[in-house]
């Protein structure tokens, strides 16, 4: 029986990143994994929602969670600030009764539906490991990905009770899905900093230093590529490399991609885009 999930792509995934849910698809596939698509699901909030209007936040996000009730799935998303913002607005819902009341009113007035509490949400990175199992990834593997890769998890997801079997101080899961696919895991600080994508637009230059100090970070570690379990920080460490590089006054090159596009690789699909990662790490690397 093929493992089943409401799937939710997350923000990015629906605008400036469509690689995502274009590698997802078929990576799920390999590992015989049934997507749901939670058809009118809206934005997690990105933790920018609740910083002007957190019930707005928690009424949208109980909204999604009782799509996925209805359904009688749990939720799997590739997104790291998709997987943490619908964690703690679950955990603050099934905490809070009277709150959870509230919200259903409001749910209930505008929507017809109801949330009851009974469904979780997991990132596709804890799904690999703690439900399909590496044994399997490895199995599906048709092309070694053979570089030295710094795994870069981003701190939205990495919460107590919310990274799946993982330790969210100190975690190992994208080092193992590396080794599990071929690849020579980077140990390396900096995998689950922030990059301060909140604060892109008021605060340029200290984002750039931070994203710039990841990536040093990687690169001063080994690192061939970075791969990125957080599309929203992918944003800044990719396309606003050359930008970080000339804040800090020093030369950083380092290709960086989404962790579906990885695994996609892998298990043989777009390979055209494989030959293309060679060509980025052969180029821009150095």
Request: aromatic fraction near 4%.
């Amino acid at each position: 029986m093929p493992l089943k999930y409401a799937y939710h792509p997350g923000n990015v995934s629906h605008s400036s990143a469509p690689e995502v849910n274009d590698t997802v698809i078929p990576l799920a596939r390999s590992l015989n994994i049934e997507l749901i698509p939670l058809e009118g699901a809206t934005s997690c909030g990105a933790g920018i929602v609740r910083q002007a209007n957190k019930r707005l936040q928690l009424t949208l996000n109980a909204r999604t969670f009782a799509m996925a009730e209805t359904l009688g799935l749990d939720i799997m998303t590739p997104c790291a600030t998709t997987s943490g913002n619908l964690n703690e607005d679950l955990h603050t819902l099934n905490n809070d009764p009277i709150l959870l009341a509230e919200v259903n009113t409001v749910l209930q007035k505008t929507c017809g539906l109801q949330f009851n509490g009974s469904i979780s949400v997991h990132h596709l990175l804890h799904v690999l490991v703690d439900e399909v199992g590496l044994d399997k990834v490895t199995k599906a593997v048709k092309n070694p990905i053979n570089f030295n890769i710094a795994g870069y998890y981003g701190p939205n997801m990495q919460q107590s009770g919310m990274c799946g079997g993982d330790n969210p101080f100190d975690p190992s899961y994208l080092e193992k899905l590396i080794d599990a696919i071929g690849g020579t895991p980077v140990i390396w600080d900096s995998r689950t900093q922030s990059v301060g994508v909140p604060g892109l637009l008021s605060e340029e230059p200290t984002v750039l230093k931070q994203s710039a100090n990841v990536i040093m970070d990687a690169k001063d570690e080994g690192a061939e590529i970075i791969v990125s379990a957080c599309n929203l920080s992918h944003t800044v460490l990719d396309i606003y490399q050359g930008k970080a590089s000339r804040q800090v006054k020093y030369p950083i090159n380092m290709p960086i991609i989404h962790m579906t596009e990885l695994l996609d690789f892998a298990f043989g699909h777009h390979n055209t885009r494989l030959a293309q990662l060679r060509t980025r790490i052969a180029v821009i690397g150095n």
